[in-house]
């Protein structure tokens, strides 16, 4: 077969369930066989969404290779062998008898298959323009044109240079869905609503009899999975009362995190945003994450997508794995900050309030519904503030019936039509048991932990009363007292600005209180206080509410939050709060040993009350023996 296939030899050929030989050593050798075609992790997040249709049938094989066709194929190996599926080097799974063969992708050269060929789109339907694939290789990353290497090359966009025809719409154009022959490549085209079969008979009527109407199975997870939006939530450590606020991109230069869109459409929008997110929202008030398209992970690398975001992350950002925690993380977004891309489709389906930061128009069908959801969505001012923008769309937020109405005209209604369409192709009947797809699962716990120097504003309300909001870009005052505020600046002990460490006023961080590299609360915290005379105050936070603090020359404190006030008067808060407010409590006394005293006195008896945002939040205070009873 033509082109490199991953490195495969004849040495790497599977021999058992399949094989010359595999008759001798199979257990269960008569079954039927399904042939799952990925391109490259993109293709590959929307397969496994549908191989548990499969799931406890006995009569099914299941059988995975890789086309090798992507420019992105970085990532892809690593996840079939963690599928635990027999992976066919691509000459092999070519020349072995299949029943039916499943892709989510136009790559690779998908008709030397035996079996029936399914097509599945691994995004909203067909909504880009990409230019011409090359002849006899179907390759979606495809774009522009280079004659001097007699060969087309990845880009972004339409793929269409200026004064040019502007370049077909991927998945429904002749290039991408007929033969060398003119015949259909598939036999199934799975669409998941009616305007994407008239926009396909309108493009290429050769191939509109191969359309099946079966839905969205990526969305109905995600619709399913919307009660347990709020363990989603606490999954990605957003506390209640915390806004969530998902940045979403596809890859290629026009999208949010791209580098050569064109203004207005277009720009280094991310890199002008990064910083701001940590100068214009309080930590304790936002939670920022991001998801980024699988090409990008892959194609630049995970470790320098962590490279390029690692102040963003130490200043509080999730960055979201892309194939399993981005729907989550969509369903527990109160706002998204997306592009042309299907997941800030996908969001404005669900309901959520979106914001474009990026829309370039020419790289979308004109007749596709998201076009005219780009055209009437919101947009991103860049170089306006950012906080009111975001306050003011979540507040004026009335979905727009588009997104919902045509991501899928039968919704829920995916597993039941894709089985069915799946044992028809095979000539075999369905099992007996209802079809379904597997529930989204529940993302391990991602604390929101901010390393970065923190600049906290705190203004003394009352007796034991404290406002505090905490900030990871520049001092709201300039570094000095704010209006109505004093300021103090709270380090993690982890903190990459190490040289900071001697300016904190307050060094926190957080552990088991039982962790046997700190002694314990009682013991780290005397141990910072030694190591940073100008330190006042160090915390030591044990779980979700509560810390242990030594105030400079006295006994360690507990602080914990009074159960049940969180949830009557505002949103719970990360108990480094506390102690900042306890800070800012005993600081308004002066440097009086005498009124530090009396003031601690005070809040031991009548405990503290604390506001971040409209949160009120109230504080027991316990004295140091119970403090190191109780961590």
């Known amino acids: 077969m033509r082109g490199v296939r991953m490195g495969y030899g004849r040495a790497d050929r599977v021999r058992v369930p399949v094989g010359d030989d595999a008759a001798r050593w199979a257990t269960r050798g008569t079954c039927l066989r399904v042939l799952v075609v990925v391109h490259n992790v993109t293709s590959a997040t929307r397969l496994l969404d549908v191989l548990p249709l499969f799931d406890d049938d006995l009569r099914v094989q299941l059988l995975v290779t890789c086309t090798g066709s992507s420019a992105f194929a970085a990532g892809t190996a690593e996840l ?3 599928t635990g599926i027999p992976v066919l080097p691509w000459e ?80 429904l154009a002749p290039e991408w869905l007929l033969t060398p022959r003119g015949t259909p490549l598939a036999d199934a085209l799975v669409l998941s609503h009616p305007e994407q079969a008239e926009r396909l008979r309108a493009a290429c009527p050769e191939a509109a009899p191969t359309a099946v109407l079966a839905g969205d199975p990526c969305y109905d997870r995600m619709l399913a999975a919307r009660p347990y939006r709020a363990r989603f939530r606490r999954a990605l450590g957003v506390r209640p009362g915390q806004r969530l606020v998902l940045l979403n991109s596809t890859w290629n230069p026009q999208s949010l995190f791209g580098d050569g869109g064109r203004p207005p459409e277009g720009g280094d929008v991310i890199a002008a945003l990064l910083d701001r997110f940590a100068d214009e929202f309080p930590v304790d008030e936002y939670r920022f994450a991001a998801v980024l398209h699988p090409n990008i992970w892959h194609g630049h690398g995970p470790g320098q997508i962590r490279s390029w975001l690692d102040r963003a992350r130490r200043a509080g950002m999730a ?32 309901g959520t309030p979106v914001l474009l930061g990026a829309a370039p128009l020419d790289a979308l069908d004109p007749d596709a519904p998201i076009s005219s959801f780009m055209r ?23 979905p727009l019936p588009g997104p919902a109405a045509f991501t899928t005209s039968v919704p829920g209604e995916s597993a039941v039509r894709l089985r069915r369409l799946f044992y028809s192709m095979m000539g075999a009947p369905e099992p007996d048991r209802p079809a379904s797809l597997e529930p989204l699962p529940l993302p391990g716990y991602e604390a929101a932990t ?6 906290v504003l705190s203004r003394v309300l009352g007796p034991g009363e404290v406002a505090i909001s905490r900030w990871a870009g520049r001092s709201p005052a300039d570094g000095g007292s704010g209006p109505g505020g004093e300021l103090h600046i709270a380090v993690h002990e982890d903190t990459r600005d190490a040289d900071r460490l001697d ?16 002694g314990s609360p009682s013991l780290w915290t005397a141990e910072v206080l030694r190591r940073h005379p100008g330190c006042a105050l160090a915390a030591y936070t044990t779980g979700p509410s509560a810390c242990v603090v030594r105030v400079r020359g006295r006994a360690p404190l507990r602080l914990a939050a009074v159960p049940g006030s969180g949830a009557q008067n505002g949103p719970a808060v990360d108990p480094a709060v506390y102690a900042s ?18 003031r601690l006195a005070r809040v031991v008896a009548h405990g503290l009350s604390v506001r971040t945002g409209t949160g009120l939040h109230r504080v027991r205070v316990v004295p140091s023996a119970a403090a190191e009873a109780g961590g």
């Open 80 to 82: 079939l062998a963690d």
């Open 92 to 171: 092999q799974a070519a020349e072995t008898r299949v029943d039916l063969v499943v892709s989510a992708s136009f790559g690779g050269q998908l008709d030397v298959f035996s079996g029936k060929l399914t097509i599945l789109s691994h995004g909203v339907g067909y909504t880009k323009r990409l230019a011409t694939p090359d002849a006899g290789r179907r390759t979606p990353d495809a774009g522009r044109r280079t004659p001097d290497a007699g060969r087309r090359t990845p880009d972004a966009g339409s793929g269409a240079r200026a004064g040019a025809a502007p370049a077909p719409v991927f998945g």
């Open 319 to 350: 960055l979201i794995d892309p194939l399993d925690g981005w729907r989550q993380a969509l369903l527990a977004a109160d706002a998204v900050i997306g592009d042309h891309g299907s997941v800030t489709y996908y969001a404005a389906a669900l």
């Open 376 to 398: 009437e969505a919101p947009r991103l001012v860049p170089e306006a503030p950012l906080a009111p923008q975001i306050e003011e769309l979540i507040v004026r937020h009335r």
């Open 450 to 455: 901010v390393t970065v120097p923190l600049h």
């Open 503 to 518: 300016l904190a006023d307050l060094v926190f961080r957080d552990g088991a209180p039982d962790d046997p590299r700190f």
């Open 581 to 598: 407010a306890l800070h800012a409590w005993l600081a308004a006394g002066g440097h009086d040993p005498a009124e530090t005293g009396r």
